[in-house]
T-cell receptor, first 111, second 115 residues
Framework: DAKTTQPNSMESNEEEPVHLPCNHS???????IHWYRQLPSQGPEYVIH???SNVNNRMASLAIAEDRKSSTLILHRATLRDAAVYYC????????????FGSGTQLTVLP | KAGVTQTPRYLIKTRGQQVTLSCSPI?????VSWYQQTPGQGLQFLFE???????NKGNFPGRFSGRQFSNSRSEMNVSTLELGDSALYLC??????????????FGEGSRLTVL
């Protein structure tokens, strides 16, 4: 499986935008980029996913580099409830539905 | 719409025993996956079921098994428990079948402690 690299931790101030980076230099053409987050004592929660074009939904935006070797999850206004571990995951459509989680980025939101 | 339901939420077993965990997917979801989460190894894929058939399997010993029923509910079983099996076991369901790009919906997990 193609690997992703994320910073171990990041901090943000409440109500400010947060940019969470992810590097995936070995991404293949059939890999979708997925982001999940895990709040304390909960299961992972889907955030967003994309293939080539930037994507927006009610939770976040996903900016994908033109060469697809990196991507950035953007939380437009961080709240205390956004404090979680954020996972960037590559998912090959041809290899079933399993997700290969890395260690993720622990986001701390400061009041 | 009810989410993914896992039971029991917490349980304690001793080495050598076996355990069965249950997962009820979101209504209409036919794919169920299981994951193990430990502090040391993080989240690891166990297996995936669709239409009562195992579709994919992760790198776990044969002590870990599962099944899916005709109503899409799934169970996983761990036999001959070891201390290292202490973990949070997460179930995820998905509505998609042919197209694999969709999101997974996770339950809150079953926390197993092996003494």
């Amino acid at each position: 499986d193609a690997k992703t690299t994320q910073p171990n931790s990041m901090e943000s101030n409440e109500e400010e935008p947060v940019h969470l980076p992810c590097n995936h230099s070995t991404i293949s053409g059939t890999d979708y980029i997925h982001w999940y987050r895990q709040l304390p004592s909960q299961g992972p929660e889907y955030v967003i996913h994309g293939l080539t074009s930037n994507v927006n939904n009610r939770m976040a935006s996903l900016a994908i580099a033109e060469d697809r070797k990196s991507s950035t999850l953007i939380l437009h206004r961080a709240t205390l409830r956004d404090a979680a571990v954020y996972y960037c995951i590559l998912r090959d459509v041809g290899r079933g539905r399993q997700l290969t989680f890395g260690s993720g980025t622990q986001l701390t939101v400061l009041p | 719409k009810a989410g993914v339901t896992q039971t029991p939420r917490y349980l304690i077993k001793t080495r050598g025993q076996q355990v069965t965990l249950s997962c009820s997917p979101i209504s209409g979801h036919r794919s169920v996956s299981w994951y193990q989460q430990t502090p040391g190894q993080g989240l690891q894929f166990l297996f995936e079921y669709f239409s009562e058939t195992q579709r994919n399997k992760g790198n776990f010993p044969g002590r870990f098994s599962g099944r899916q029923f005709s109503n899409s509910r799934s169970e996983m079983n761990v036999s001959t428990l070891e201390l290292g099996d202490s973990a949070l076991y997460l179930c995820a369901s998905s509505p998609r079948t042919v197209l694999n790009t969709g999101e997974l919906f996770f339950g809150e997990g079953s926390r197993l402690t092996v003494l």
